[in-house]
């Protein structure tokens, strides 16, 4: 049923495949049909009319909104109009419907005389109670969603609009919805029935604990809305009576379609009136004023033009949208219809055009004569009678533009749920419902997306479609991404779901109801929630940039907010948010105690904030800025407005006044003064005290932890502050992953079909190779110098915005906050990470590509590629997964050859829980940083040592190095540029002329050296160390062997004597260089002898290191201690196996408890084959088990041998009467993938050296006995 929407459509085809003058007799099956039809209405009559009118309207509503029933809403309005077209004389009350029992014995009687509607009741609606809300009369009100009309808040709003200068219209639907509101609020939704799917036409008995609740909920609506009642129409209540039953099946079935069956809401009942189908009393209340209606005068469409504008400007950025009414005017003539709006797009302008139903005959001599103006005038501008403004809208060469870059977007003024047809001719105007503009302009993201639907709509037009509308197709593009057929096929039709629409809208609406807050600072539901945590909700506006922080003192909604407009203020615009956010949460942390002042006992406070411009702070004027912040945090208080249940106050923010307060925070006092100055301040405007043992409460509260802070850092290297790199989104993704599947068909490849191991991975070696040949064909016609900034750049935004995040989160320790530090960074790593990698890899191969092409790259061009990439990357991961045996896995191909690589079933969540350690670790969280171990770096000896053996080998130091690096990484401040950017490009003499201004001291020639070192050489990316010729790809499979890579060497020539580089990438460089070495290991396989030598020394001081620090760990826990014992050596009269020396080994004689550590130090992993090799290491292959065959073999030597060991150490015995319990430690200084999911079981626990105080003091806690 739908909207009727399906049956509605194949009527209309009906009625134009049908003469309209003559008419068709009945056939004979249909009089047949006909005569059951009427005696099933004569048998259901006579049924009613064995009970009171009373409780059969109460049984009806009853079993119409028990839920598992929402799929036989015709039955039961077949019912009711049966019952209300009997007077109300003529019911007996013979049986009385009172008890449960009496209720079950009418409902299952009732079933067995109403007819079954198969082509009515051909679906199921929406399972809802209450999740989506509308505008009303008080604020957002709950409504029910799943009904005779789909998406019914559209067409709500969509009234809403139309009818806006009739006050009984809109009483009326404020009427409908309060009904709605008050039964949905009276009954709660944990009895109103399952919400999983049934069948179409289900029927069934609601239990007694729904009967009687929804009973006392439909006899106490008419007292609930009663006060509404007044300036209504009367057409809403009708007596019984009134109503005719249908005469034949037909004509019941064109009433349901036509929204014509029950066109009440209420039925008088001797004093009271009861409800009549409440799920549909906003449809009858739309039809009801449809009925009604006639065309639009010129002058109501104009105002109707400026509502639609208003309504878009609401959803819209400022820059996108020109709001009408406007009048458009040319050179050659004047367009005679009111423009409600013009919307501005990268790729066209759209002109919003209301009309009536009448004008679509006419619509074509429309179009033309707009063309005309567009086309034949020199000059054509836009009039804007209430801004008193003329407007030309130019595009980007200067130039008017004409009506091929233009779409025309006919709203009809009609709200209906009835069907209509429109018989268009072929226009290149778009004609939408009244309704279907609301659904479609409140769901879209931004002009962009129209956009890009708009084509998706031109692509589809002669493959896709069945009966659907507009916002069918807006459903399918939203949840297809853009890409409805996803594999290797090329249908000739697509059938589109006609009930699609509803459900994804549903979908929609429900998601952003269940986190948005009940009420808006500015009373429009035009808000995207950004995120919901700890009480607090984060929101910004789709239209004019506006965002607010919404909490709540007791049943009061606070709300902070601030306009950002479209010229932010980089500087001081976070200030401001920071105290918006803090404006909220501190309220909402106080909740108990500001509850209880007058203020706050209404339904919503609204905190308007902007800045007070006099007292800024001042950069570089530390004095100024103290004596700004000596003056109150709010400068100026003002209630804006104030009614029975809102406020709203505007407060001008002394932000200098709030950086002193939160500078270094070691307490909520700044939050706590926060409150308690807004509360009095507020309270005093309004005339309200202030109870003063409120405020001494509340003053208390200072004490607590921070929850906000700021900290000032060093810029860590020179980019603009906020990054907001182009990545690709699930429509980019999804057509690499079809690109693919056709790469998998022309393989050969038998689909569907499910590939393990050997042969998983030939068949995806052999469409890598394919995909990669395509890849790089793509590459190749761009232009290389424009394809290398732009990765570059993206490079860099990635990096600094990976960067930033974990800033931030290192610098939130010392506050309390609402999330997990660790499942953050996690994220921003799984997000970031991957996509600076692709990034990458399309930098170095078009850097080491020989050809080039003359394209000029776009960003959306960059994009796709990288999507490409990413698919690729994916091949290239798990073929060499599979080929390193690092997991089980395969492939699976579906019948379109679309790929879903699989690997073990508890493999993903392995990852996230590694990712999340990882995370953690970086934080700290967790880890004593006094048992770091890292090298002597700070020596001046070994750093020098370093520098003389980089000298010796390449003619210049690591030191001179990495203060090219820091200039690099630092060129704005070095004066490079006038501008902070995500990459910088200068000439190699520029680059040291620079080096020598900031270090004059630098020797001649050797910051050309360095320069020409770090340049990423061409022929050098695909050649591995050691090898004479050129891998088919960049080796993304290697690291070690890959001695020319952008990572180590982030300067690419881009030009003739121009070098172009990312001062984060530049930054991230050194740290790669300087954090190996002096961990012991080079960044790639350099034959460099004098530096090896030094560097091995490094990492033997760090493997030494280790054991010292993890014996003076072990040494705070206990007193029986030895560091590197060797029994065997150390007592050789014993004839000990040889079993090498224990690193550690501890003994609690009051536990009798022993530990064995093993302290390893492993160059950590940094590709799939670098893994393997230190899983082998570790735990070996096949019989041998590498590193764990010594630990096994002294687990056993100490176990056989304990008595007599602890006898030579002269240990105590043990008198805890326990036997003695042995355990394994493997101590080193990072845990990889392979310590955390070994290989094999293993009877060892792994543990970082910073981390093995905390271990062991859980381990001994664990381990002491009961007592």
Not at 312 to 318: A, G, I, K, M, T
Not at 449 to 458: A, G, R
């Amino acid at each position: 049923m739908g909207k009727k929407s399906r049956l509605k459509r194949e009527k209309r085809v009906a009625q134009t495949a049908v003469s309209a003058v003559g008419v068709q007799p009945p056939q004979p099956k249909q009089r047949s049909r006909d005569t059951r039809f009427c005696e099933q209405l004569a048998e259901l009559r006579v049924y009613l009319l064995q009970f009171g009118a009373y409780d059969v309207i109460l049984a009806l509503g009853v079993s119409d909104l028990w839920q598992p029933n929402r799929s036989s809403q015709v039955k039961h309005s077949l019912a009711m109009l049966i019952a209300l077209s009997i007077p109300l004389r003529e019911y007996q009350a013979l049986r009385p419907i009172v008890t449960y029992n009496e209720l079950v014995d009418f409902l299952d009687g009732l079933r067995l005389l109403l007819p079954r509607f198969p082509m009515l009741e051909d679906f199921v609606p929406d399972a809802d109670w209450g999740d989506i809300r509308v505008a009303g009369a008080t604020g957002f009100q709950r409504i029910f969603y799943g009904g005779s009309v789909e998406r019914i808040p559209d067409f709500i709003e969509a009234f809403r609009l139309l009818r806006a200068e009739h006050p009984v219209a809109m009483a009326d639907m404020n009427l409908a919805i309060a009904m709605q509101a008050h039964i949905l609020e009276a009954i709660d939704s944990s009895i109103v029935g399952r919400d999983d799917l049934v069948d179409p036409g289900h029927l069934e008995v609601p239990p007694d604990v729904f009967w009687f609740s929804c009973r006392e909920a439909l006899l106490s609506t008419y007292a609930a809305i009663q006060p509404r009642v007044d300036g209504t129409s009367r057409a809403l209540g009708l007596e019984f009576g009134v109503l005719k039953a249908p005469d034949s099946s037909e004509s019941f079935s064109d009433a349901i379609i036509m929204g014509t069956a029950l066109p009440m809401v209420l039925v008088q009942v001797g004093e009271t009136y009861l409800p009549i189908a409440p799920r549909a009393v906003s449809s009858v209340v739309i039809d009801l004023w449809q009925e009604q209606a006639s065309a639009l005068s010129t002058d109501d469409l104009g105002k109707l033009a400026g509502r639609l504008g208003q309504f878009l400007s609401h959803r819209l950025r400022e820059h996108d949208v020109v709001v009408g009414p406007a009048n458009l005017i040319g050179t050659s003539h004047q367009f005679d219809r009111q423009i409600a709006a013009v919307i501005r797009s990268a790729g066209k302008l759209y002109f919003i055009l209301p009309i009536n139903f009448d004008d679509l005959p006419k619509l074509g001599q429309i179009e033309r004569w707009f063309n005309r103006l567009v086309d034949d005038s020199e000059r054509w501008a836009l009039m804007l009678p209430v801004q008193r403004q003329i407007l030309e809208l130019r595009n980007d060469t200067g130039d008017f533009p004409r009506s091929s870059s233009i779409q025309i977007m006919a709203v009809i003024a009609q709200v209906s749920t009835q069907p209509s047809f429109l018989g268009l001719e072929d226009l290149r105007t778009r004609v939408i419902g009244l309704p279907d503009f609301v659904s479609l302009f409140d769901s879209l993201k931004n002009c962009g997306e129209l956009d890009t639907f708009i084509s998706f709509l031109d692509d589809i037009e002669s493959t896709a479609g069945g009966m659907v509308g507009l916002i069918d197709h807006l459903a399918a593009f939203r949840d297809s991404h853009g890409v409805l057929v996803e594999g290797a096929e090329s249908p000739d039709w697509i059938h589109i779901d006609p009930h699609w629409n509803s459900s994804w809208r549903f979908k929609e609406l429900r998601a952003f109801w269940a986190s948005a807050p009940h009420r808006f600072p500015d009373d429009l539901q035009t808000w995207v929630v950004d995120k919901k945590e700890d009480g607090l909700t984060s929101m910004k506006t789709k239209g004019p940039f506006a965002l607010a922080w919404s909490g709540g003192v007791g049943p009061c909604v606070v709300q902070a907010c601030m306009d950002v407009g479209s010229s932010p203020d980089y500087v001081n615009g976070p200030l401001l948010e920071l105290f918006v956010h803090c404006v909220a949460d501190s309220c909402t942390q106080r909740s108990s105690l500001l509850e209880k002042l007058e203020l706050f006992h209404r339904s919503q406070v609204v905190i308007r904030c902007e800045m007070d411009l006099q007292t800024l702070p001042v950069r570089d004027d530390e004095k100024e800025t103290e004596r700004r912040a000596a003056r109150p945090l709010a400068t100026s208080l003002r209630l804006v407005s104030g009614a029975s249940e809102k406020f709203v106050f505007a407060v001008k923010v002394n932000l200098s006044r709030l950086s002193s307060g939160l500078n270094s925070a070691a307490d909520a006092t700044f939050e706590a003064e926060c409150a308690i100055e807004l509360a009095t301040g507020f309270s005093s405007l309004l005339g309200f005290s202030c109870d003063e043992s409120v405020l001494e409460s509340l003053r208390a509260t200072k004490k607590r932890q921070p929850r906000f802070t700021l900290r000032s850092t060093d810029r860590p290297f020179d980019v603009p502050d906020y990054a907001n790199p182009d990545l690709p989104e699930a429509a980019q993704f999804k057509l690499a992953r079809k690109e693919l599947a056709f790469v998998f068909k022309q393989q050969g490849v038998v689909a569907p079909a499910r590939y393990e191991l050997e042969p998983a991975k030939h068949i995806m070696n052999s469409a890598r190779d394919a995909m990669r040949n395509e890849l790089h064909a793509k590459i190749s016609r761009f232009d290389r110098k424009q394809l290398l900034q732009i990765c570059i750049a993206q490079h860099d935004e990635l990096t600094t915005k990976y960067q930033f995040e974990v800033a931030r989160l290192k610098l939130s320790l010392s506050h309390q906050v609402s999330f997990d530090r660790s499942s953050r960074l996690a994220e921003a790593y799984d997000r970031y990470t991957g996509m600076v990698r692709n990034y990458r890899y399309l930098l170095e191969c078009c850097v080491s590509s020989s050809m080039q092409g003359e394209m000029l790259p776009t960003v959306p061009e960059v994009v796709q590629l990288i999507a490409r990439i990413d698919w690729l990357s994916v091949l290239y991961g798990a073929s060499d997964t599979l080929h390193n045996g690092i997991d089980v896995g395969g492939i699976e191909l579906d019948t379109a050859f679309v790929p879903t690589v699989f690997f073990a079933e508890d493999r993903d969540s392995k990852e996230q829980q590694y990712l999340q350690d990882v995370a953690s670790a970086r934080l700290g969280i967790g880890l004593s940083e006094i048992d770091e171990v890292n090298s002597d770096q700070d020596s001046a000896r070994d750093w020098d040592q370093l520098d003389e053996a980089l000298s010796a080998d390449l003619g210049f130091s690591l030191t001179h190095m990495s203060q090219v690096l820091q200039v690099l990484s630092h060129w704005y401040s070095a004066g490079g540029d006038d501008e902070l950017r995500f990459g910088y490009a200068a000439s190699p003499a520029l680059i040291a002329e620079r080096v020598r201004e900031r270090l004059p001291s630098f020797p001649e020639g050797v910051s050309e050296k360095v320069i020409a070192f770090l340049t990423l050489d061409p022929a050098g990316v695909r050649r591995l160390a050691g090898k004479t010729e050129d891998e088919p790809d960049v080796p993304i499979w290697e690291h070690s062997k890959r001695v020319q890579r952008y990572l180590i060497r982030p300067l690419i020539q881009i030009d003739h004597d121009v070098l172009a580089w990312g001062a984060a990438t530049a930054d991230r460089a050194q740290s790669i260089w300087v954090g190996s070495i002096v961990n012991g290991y080079l960044p790639a396989e350099f034959h460099w002898p004098a530096v090896a030598k030094v560097v091995r020394g490094i990492k033997e001081g760090i493997e030494k290191l280790l054991e010292v620090r993890a014996h003076e760990i072990f040494r705070r826990h206990g007193q029986f201690v030895m560091h590197g014992i060797d029994f065997r050596r150390r007592f050789p009269k014993d004839g000990f196996d040889d079993v090498g020396d224990f690193d550690v080994l501890a003994y609690w004689p009051e536990r009798n408890l022993w530990i064995a550590g093993e302290c390893k130090y492993n160059q950590p992993p940094f590709c799939l084959k670098d893994a393997r090799r230190l899983r082998e290491r570790v735990f070996g292959r096949g019989e041998d088990h590498g590193q764990f065959s010594k630990i096994e073999r002294r687990h056993c030597f100490l176990t056989k041998n304990v008595h007599r060991l602890r006898e030579l150490l002269q240990w105590p015995d043990s008198q805890s009467g326990t036997d003695a319990e042995f355990q394994d430690v493997y101590i080193c200084r990072d845990i990889s993938w392979w310590l955390k999911h070994p290989p094999y079981d293993v009877h060892a626990d792994f543990v970082r050296v910073d981390a093995l105080d905390g271990w062991l003091g859980t381990k001994l806690n664990l381990s002491r006995p009961e007592v």
